[in-house]
């Protein structure tokens, strides 16, 4: 079945890169997402990169996607205190009904001034 | 990005008692709507795939007849939890597909006494 891996935390001081790293298992995915949700609040969607693509840039953020290993990985450069919150790297998955998304459990990202 | 609108943010009742969540498409039509649901500390568990004007889609262990999903226009789709219990305690997040994006709404935290 589908699962998609994170690890749990990470904790990086301000002005530092932060790098959240991904596994899925769907190589039918079309897209990868990232998601950021802060504490008891719906989810933002940060990113998100099509699967025939290597990488993706947007400001901060850069999404570098190896599909031969199922590794999708977030870059935030230049990480602030207000980009603490848990980070949900989610893949699409179609199913009968729609495409819907297949989230991993979540990378609480704290950052330290 | 296109905005979905989730109420009521926070609900409590008793035992029993059956809890309403809405969940609108404020700038777009959303043919399909997905409903999730998220312990503390954990990921979004996809619960049900709705589709405007035909019944919905559950996954697998999720009781329809205690999650009722309608979806009857474009832009509203219903939860409504029966009979509540309180290890129906939890935090229910709906969200909508535009073209490729999922958006999510702010999300409904239900307690249930």
């Known amino acids: 079945g589908e699962d998609v891996e994170q690890s749990l935390f990470l904790s990086v001081r301000e002005g530092d890169s932060s790098v959240i790293n991904c596994t899925y298992t769907?190589?039918?995915?079309?897209?990868l997402y990232w998601y950021k949700q802060e504490p008891g609040a719906g989810l933002q969607l940060l990113t998100y990169i099509f699967s025939n693509m290597d990488m993706k840039q947007d400001q901060r953020l850069t999404v570098l996607l190896n599909k031969k290993d199922k590794h999708l990985s977030l870059r935030i450069a230049d990480t602030q205190t207000g980009d603490s919150a848990i980070y949900f790297c989610a893949e699409s998955l179609a199913n009968q009904a729609g495409t819907a998304l297949i989230f991993g459990k979540g990378t609480t990202l704290s950052v330290s001034s | 990005g296109a905005v979905v609108s989730q109420h009521p943010s926070r609900v409590i009742c008793k035992s029993g008692t059956s809890v309403k969540i809405e969940c609108r498409s404020l700038?777009?039509?959303?043919?399909?709507m997905f409903w999730y649901r998220q312990f503390p500390k954990q990921s979004l568990m996809l619960m049900a795939t709705?589709?405007?004007?035909?019944?919905?889609?559950?996954e697998q262990g999720v009781e329809k007849d205690k999650f009722l999903i309608n979806h009857a226009s474009l832009t509203l789709s219903t939860l409504t939890v029966t009979s509540a219990h309180p290890e129906d305690s939890s935090f229910y997040i709906c969200?909508?597909?535009?073209?490729?994006?999922?958006?999510f709404g702010s999300g409904t935290q239900l307690s249930v006494l």
């Open positions: 700038d777009f039509q959303a043919t399909t």
């Open positions: 969200s909508a597909r535009v073209s490729e994006k999922l958006f």
């Open positions: 769907d190589s039918s995915s079309t897209y």
């Open positions: 709705s589709n405007e004007g035909s019944k919905a889609t559950y």
